[in-house]
């Protein structure tokens, strides 16, 4: 292997089947996806599925060979601890997996939990005296919660302790970074009560809990099985909110060992939450922008429409007043001509004349008896 971390094909080859892809993930601070590529791409063979397992046991593996080629292969480059002042160094890196080294080379942050549980917060004391009377009681729901409120667990016995020191480790590191982790109680809504965890002030529901093994047992009075429950051991940190997230131990890693993971998961998963609340702010923003526009608009036009409805309605008015007065005029006329001109007759003609000038847009003669009747409505 040359000083700068470069490594022929052979070396990676030989790199590949000396430990699991995690440990060389782990070790070179390089993504899976990544990994997978340069292999690919150098002809590199890679363990299959159960290949350590079964090594580990002692049975019967088969090891894939080096296939000969005819490329020409460049020496590859991975990279042992990425060059602060190096940024071709990060390629390959995700934003996760920078974070998270990033989180571990800061020696400030407590990221180690303790054996033994040493000057745990006001919050574990609290949650640790709460089961305890609780366990105590004969009546276990009746077990009077603190008004503070505790750490939302649900484990057995057996890892009770390795929860409070986990918990108290994940309180404490958090709030080492600038956030924090309350227990919040009497609430506007339920689902706005208990442990909550506050990253760059976005607030996330969590709790711990073991997962629980299915076994199907022999029902002891009928001839079918029944589902049993019991403890695993296995610790887990579970992220309750739309999309969810869970932490558990593996078979490689403790839940203890996870917390530089953690914290950078969430640190990434607030920013993405504030982000995208201040792109939907964005949006709604423009969507408001729009509607006033919209209704600008509207109102603009409905105010035109209603002034060119009026020019109508008046120029109708005027038309049909005009045709009223040729009316009149043939009218009057005839009975001249044909010597009808009677008094009766004046003084209807001098009526409807009246009626007209009322009807007329541009004259609206007043009409005591017309006061409330709308001119367009005849």
């Not at 390959?92 to 080294?101: A, D, E």
């Not at 390795?162 to 956030?179: C, M, P, V, W």
């Not at 909110?241 to 953690?262: R, V």
């Not at 939907?280 to 408001?288: G, N, P, S, T």
């Amino acid at each position: 292997m040359e000083a700068d971390n470069s490594l022929s094909r052979k070396e990676l080859y030989d790199l590949v089947w000396s430990k699991p892809v995690y440990k060389i993930l782990d070790e070179y601070s390089i993504t899976h996806s990544l990994f997978k590529k340069i292999c690919k791409a150098n002809d590199i063979p890679l363990p299959i599925n159960g290949y350590w397992q079964k090594l580990r046991h002692k049975k019967k593996v088969d090891k894939i060979e080096l296939p000969e080629t005819n490329k020409q292969y460049s020496l590859i480059k991975l990279f042992v601890s990425p060059d602060e002042n190096d940024p071709d160094s990060f390629r390959g890196l995700s934003q996760f997996s920078l974070l998270v080294r990033n989180i571990k080379n800061d020696k400030t942050l407590p990221l180690k939990v303790p054996e033994k549980l040493v000057n745990p917060d006001a919050i574990i004391r609290r949650t640790k005296d709460y089961y305890k009377r609780r366990k105590s009681d004969d009546y276990r729901h009746q077990t009077k919660m603190p008004k503070e409120g505790v750490f939302s667990v649900d484990v057995s016995k057996g890892i009770e302790g390795r929860t409070y020191r986990f918990a108290d480790a994940l309180i404490k590191l958090f709030r080492k970074r600038g956030h924090d982790i309350k227990i919040l109680t009497n609430q506007q809504y339920y689902n706005e009560n208990g442990t909550k965890m506050f990253v760059f002030g976005e607030r996330y529901s969590i709790r711990i809990r073991e997962s629980n093994i299915r076994v199907m047992e022999q029902h002891p009075k009928f001839s079918w099985k029944e589902a049993k429950y019991y403890p695993s051991g296995k610790l887990t940190l579970k992220l309750d909110d739309f999309y969810g997230y869970t932490w558990s131990d593996s078979k490689t890693k403790l839940l203890e060992d996870k917390l530089a993971e953690i914290l950078a998961f969430m640190e990434l998963r607030a920013k993405k939450d504030i982000q995208e609340e201040i792109e939907r702010k964005i949006r709604q923003a423009e969507r408001e922008r729009l509607r006033k526009i919209e209704e600008e608009q509207k109102q603009r036009r409905d105010k035109e429409l209603r002034a060119f409805k009026a020019v109508i309605n008046h120029s109708s008015g005027w038309q049909k007043s005009m045709d009223l007065r040729n009316y009149i005029k043939a009218v009057e006329q005839n009975a001249i001509e044909n010597n009808k001109l009677t008094p009766e007759l004046k003084t209807w003609l001098k009526w409807i004349n009246d009626k007209a000038d009322w009807y007329d847009p541009l004259i609206e003669k007043e009409d005591e008896l017309f006061v409330n009747i709308d001119r367009e409505s005849i």
